[in-house]
């Protein structure tokens, strides 16, 4: 089983249109969870950290479930410029600063 | 402006001719890392340091070197590439204490 898995997509979805995307990890004793954005062939770049209250961010909304081991991204009214490949990222408990990268879900916005 | 470079951004090279991929960051980072990112398999570290003088495999460092004589500098050597190690390299700079990373543009490695 992968460490950190997504659903590789693509979602094909309308402007204007609520999304979301999930994230599973596995390892329980995880203590940071991100989400980062990368557009095509560039570098990643960090769009949220995930906290345990969930947080807010505009129209996107960040949200952690300890019990399942999953963290969640939604993305309400899509724009176009929201079309990318979004990175679920988490901490590897018990090795300092070394981050796992989910292999990314693929949006795309259609107008 | 606070960034991370790699030079050179393209490479076509051939089986076995020693290559250096330069990463230099500008934010007085501790950690740096590089990583390889490949169609379906995401972004996996390649090695990492978390300060001058100290580095550590991270998950698929076979057939890399890196070194870290400088704050500020962390090259990625292959001393005899071969055509599976084409792929989208990244380098990446944080603070320690901070998960936040910053990536840098990306090298696109071709080994023919």
């Known amino acids: 089983r992968k460490e950190v898995e997504q659903d590789p997509g693509p979602f094909n979805v309308p402007e204007g249109a609520t999304v979301a995307f999930n994230c599973t990890y596995s390892?329980?004793?995880?203590?940071?969870f991100f989400w980062y954005r990368q557009d095509c062939r560039k570098e990643p770049k960090l769009l949220m950290s995930?906290?345990?209250s969930g947080n807010e961010d505009g129209r996107f909304t960040a949200q952690l479930n300890r019990a399942s081991q999953y963290i969640s991204l939604l993305i309400r009214d899509s724009k176009l410029s929201d079309s990318a490949t979004y990175l679920c990222v988490v901490n590897k408990a018990g090795n300092t600063g070394k981050l796992i990268f989910g292999q990314g879900t693929t949006l795309q916005v259609k107008p | 402006e606070a960034q991370v470079t790699q030079n050179p951004r393209y490479l076509i090279t051939v089986t076995g001719k020693k290559l250096t991929v330069t990463c230099s960051q500008n934010m007085n980072h501790e950690y740096m890392s590089w990583y390889r990112q490949d169609p379906g398999l995401g972004l996996r570290q390649i090695y990492y340091?978390?300060?001058?003088?100290?580095?550590d495999k991270g998950d698929v460092p076979e057939g890399y070197k890196v070194s870290r004589k400088e704050k500020r500098n962390f090259p990625l050597i292959l001393e005899s590439p071969s055509p599976n190690q084409t792929s989208l390299y990244f380098c990446a700079s944080r603070s320690s204490g901070l998960y936040e990373q910053y990536f840098g543009p990306g090298t696109r490695l071709t080994v023919t």
């Open positions: 995930v906290y345990s």
């Open positions: 390892n329980s004793a995880s203590q940071s």
């Open positions: 340091s978390m300060n001058v003088e100290v580095t």
